[in-house]
Nanobody
């Protein structure tokens, strides 16, 4: 499966952005999906994950209550709605796909396919 992220940009603190991840190739609805982010000089970190049906989600504690992961299997698209953005959310955001696992995977090593990333910059 090929993944292409979009929707990043430069915003002020408190603003919102919605990231999209368009999938093509093998059946999108067969995969659990995740969002990760990597800030300059830091490791890539887990942000959120959603199961193949869209019924289960998981979030890292720093984004819980502010970010929402969702998917539209009919449109082969994954989303990340980001509200009340903070400067510490600044990073390159990546979407990733893996074969279904229980519980949802938080480790990047568990994911098989990755997009190229989209930059999110939050100014204070």
């Amino acid at each position: 499966v090929q993944l292409v992220e979009s929707g990043g940009g430069l915003v002020q603190a408190g603003a919102s952005l919605r990231l999209s991840c368009a999938a093509s190739g093998r059946s999108f609805s067969s995969y659990d999906m995740g969002w990760f982010r990597q800030a300059p000089g830091k490791e890539r970190d887990f942000v959120a994950a959603i199961d193949w049906r869209g019924g289960m989600t998981d979030y890292t504690v720093s984004v819980k209550g502010r970010f929402t992961i969702s998917r539209d299997n009919a449109k082969n698209t994954l989303y990340l709605q980001m509200n009340n953005l903070k400067p510490e959310d600044t990073a390159v955001y990546y979407c990733a796909a893996n074969f279904p696992k229980s519980p949802l995977a938080r480790s990047g090593a568990a994911y098989d396919y990755w997009g190229q990333g989209t930059q999110v910059t939050v100014s204070s």
